[in-house]
């Protein structure tokens, strides 16, 4: 069995918003980007922040403590 498997094939919508329910309880607005690349029939998505209540919750989420990972030298 391989160590890794590809995520079945979905459409992507070219652009618009996604609405998604952080478990923390916030409310993430994105909007989303594709860029096709045609050379290999692939699409890059990227979801950027929608509006300024989005950007502010997406920095108060990455300032939390990271969880259980760690550097281990």
Known sequence: MPCATRLPTRPVGRHGILRLN????????LRR???E??????????HLPADDKTV??????RARPRGLLRAIS
Do not use: K
């Open 22 to 29: 952080h478990p923390c309880g916030c409310e993430l607005r």
């Open 56 to 61: 502010q919750a997406v920095d108060q989420l």
């Open 37 to 46: 690349l045609p050379s290999d029939a692939q699409q890059l998505v990227v």
């Open 33 to 35: 980007e594709t860029l």
